[in-house]
Structures are given as structure tokens and as C-alpha cells.
């Protein structure tokens, strides 16, 4: 392979893409030579994202939860780009309360945006990817799929059923040539991130103390491990999950 990390040629979906690690990811893509689509809710957020982006990048209003139009979104995006061939799925919520205080409904929202719309977009994406016997599906999962966090219970049961869900996908569709993988960020600079560590400076020392770069991560760090797992460098890489941490999920 002349350009083992090349993504010339391949068209990149990415929910929540217009910011955080979303975002992060596009930039990356888009120097490794793809074409991204920024999925999301808000039109503006994702029109100044493609706009930074450039000419490789377009985007698209779509509610990942109405899960009865994500085959529309597809077919959509086949006129505008061509077939997808890769998958992030990124979007997703966080509550943080105690299990005693988190409803079934909040825990239900939850598993809703992280497990089954990435499911029915996967079920989306896969007929055109198993036909051109080429394809990439990657989740960005958390380091709450791999150990306990406390008052985070919906979103590590959310995680943790990503995990699930890449392997099996993972033997069943790698046969065809498509590749199915997770990303484990560590505590990456983001929205989110700031959202669990508001008023909390202890949790965030300790977050550092037991990360052995001591320090947090960038968008981008996320963004070059989904280049790589969707390029042909890692053409014998499928169901596995990849901790992007910092070495959090070693240290102690």
C-alpha cells in the first residue's frame, strides 16, 4: 500500500459531528483525504462546522431518535455523496445523578441515544456497505464501558452496551469486508467533559491523578484513532476497542 493511511474516496458519517469530539474527528478525516457529512440536530452549529471544514464537508438536519428515518437519511446522502462507507457513531447524552435519583424514563433516554439509534443507523448503513464488500463502523464509546464510574449508571450501561453490539456486529459483517470497531476516550477537552467535572475539582484532580500522561486529551487525539481504525492500515482490525486515554484505563 503506497498510502496505508489515505481516506481518499471514502464518504464519513458522523453524528453529533458539528462539535466536540465530532467535530475533532471531521478535522482529522478531512486531512486523511475523505468526505465527511455532519449529522445533528442543530442546523447552524453543523453549517459552521462544514464551513470551517471546507469543500469536503457537508452536513445534514437529522434527529438520530426518529429511528423510522435513518434508512431516509441514507438515501438522502447516496444522491448528495454517494454510498457511506463509514460510520461514527459519536452523538450522545450524559445525566449524572445517583441510581436513586435517575428515572427509568431519564435511564431510558439515555440507552435511546447512545445504543438503539446507533443500531438503526448501522442498520442503515450496512446493505451498501456488505454489497460493495467494503465499510467501516466505529462507536466512540467511554472509559465507563471498562470500569465503574459513580452517578453515571444510564451512561455506562449505554457504553458498555456499544461494546456489545461492535463485536457482534463485528463476526457478523467483517466476512463481507466491513470492519466494525469502538474507541474508549479517555477525559477528553469537550462539552461533555466539562459538564461531568462542574463543581467537582476533586473528581477532576483525581481523574488526572490516575492518568499517567497526566493531563487531558484533544478532539483530534479521538480523531486520529478513528482515521487509522478506518483506513486500510488497519485492514485486519475488526471488534476491537481501543483506549484513547492517556493511559487512564492502566493507571492507578
Given at each position: 500500500?503506497?498510502?496505508?493511511?489515505?481516506?481518499?474516496?471514502?464518504?464519513?458519517?458522523?453524528?453529533?459531528?458539528?462539535?466536540?469530539?465530532?467535530?475533532?474527528?471531521?478535522?482529522?478525516f478531512?486531512?486523511?483525504?475523505?468526505?465527511?457529512?455532519?449529522?445533528?440536530?442543530?442546523?447552524?452549529v453543523?453549517?459552521?462546522a462544514?464551513?470551517?471544514?471546507?469543500?469536503?464537508?457537508v452536513?445534514?438536519?437529522?434527529?438520530?431518535?426518529?429511528?423510522?428515518?435513518?434508512?431516509?437519511?441514507?438515501?438522502?446522502?447516496?444522491?448528495?455523496?454517494?454510498?457511506?462507507?463509514?460510520?461514527?457513531?459519536?452523538?450522545?447524552?450524559?445525566?449524572?445523578?445517583?441510581?436513586?435519583?435517575?428515572?427509568?424514563?431519564?435511564?431510558?433516554?439515555?440507552?435511546?441515544?447512545?445504543?438503539?439509534?446507533?443500531?438503526?443507523?448501522?442498520?442503515?448503513?450496512?446493505?451498501?456497505?456488505?454489497?460493495?464488500?467494503?465499510?467501516?463502523?466505529?462507536?466512540?464509546?467511554?472509559?465507563?464501558?471498562?470500569?465503574?464510574?459513580?452517578?453515571?449508571s444510564?451512561?455506562?450501561?449505554?457504553?458498555?452496551g456499544?461494546?456489545?453490539?461492535?463485536?457482534?456486529?463485528?463476526?457478523?459483517?467483517?466476512?463481507?469486508?466491513?470492519?466494525?470497531?469502538?474507541?474508549?476516550?479517555?477525559?477528553?477537552?469537550?462539552?461533555?467533559?466539562?459538564?461531568?467535572?462542574?463543581?467537582?475539582?476533586k473528581?477532576?484532580e483525581?481523574?488526572?491523578?490516575?492518568?499517567?500522561?497526566?493531563?487531558?486529551?484533544?478532539?483530534e487525539?479521538?480523531?486520529w484513532?478513528?482515521?487509522?481504525?478506518?483506513?486500510?492500515?488497519?485492514?485486519?482490525?475488526?471488534?476491537v476497542?481501543?483506549?484513547?486515554?492517556?493511559?487512564?484505563?492502566?493507571?492507578?
Amino acid at each position: 500500500m503506497n498510502q496505508p493511511y489515505s481516506l481518499a474516496g471514502e464518504a464519513i458519517l458522523i453524528t453529533g459531528g458539528g462539535t466536540g469530539l465530532g467535530f475533532g474527528m471531521a478535522k482529522c478525516f478531512v486531512q486523511c483525504g475523505a468526505k465527511v457529512v455532519l449529522v445533528g440536530r442543530r442546523c447552524e452549529v453543523l453549517k459552521k462546522a462544514a464551513a470551517e471544514l471546507g469543500e469536503s464537508a457537508v452536513w445534514e438536519k437529522h434527529d438520530i431518535l426518529e429511528l423510522n428515518k435513518a434508512a431516509d437519511l441514507i438515501t438522502r446522502l447516496r444522491d448528495r455523496v454517494g454510498s457511506i462507507t463509514g460510520l461514527v457513531n459519536n452523538a450522545g447524552i450524559h445525566i449524572k445523578k445517583s441510581a436513586t435519583d435517575l428515572s427509568p424514563a431519564e435511564f431510558l433516554s439515555v440507552l435511546q441515544t447512545h445504543l438503539v439509534a446507533s443500531f438503526s443507523l448501522c442498520r442503515a448503513v450496512l446493505p451498501d456497505m456488505i454489497e460493495r464488500r467494503h465499510g467501516n463502523i466505529v462507536f466512540i464509546s467511554s472509559m465507563a464501558s471498562l470500569f465503574g464510574l459513580p452517578m453515571v449508571s444510564a451512561y455506562s450501561a449505554a457504553k458498555a452496551g456499544h461494546l456489545g453490539l461492535m463485536r457482534s456486529l463485528a463476526t457478523e459483517v467483517s466476512p463481507y469486508g466491513v470492519r466494525v470497531n469502538s474507541i474508549a476516550p479517555g477525559w477528553i477537552e469537550s462539552e461533555m467533559m466539562r459538564g461531568a467535572l462542574n463543581g467537582d475539582p476533586k473528581r477532576a484532580e483525581k481523574v488526572l491523578g490516575r492518568t499517567p500522561m497526566n493531563r487531558f486529551g484533544d478532539p483530534e487525539d479521538i480523531g486520529w484513532a478513528a482515521s487509522y481504525l478506518c483506513s486500510p492500515a488497519a485492514k485486519f482490525v475488526t471488534g476491537v476497542v481501543l483506549p484513547v486515554d492517556g493511559g487512564a484505563s492502566i493507571g492507578f
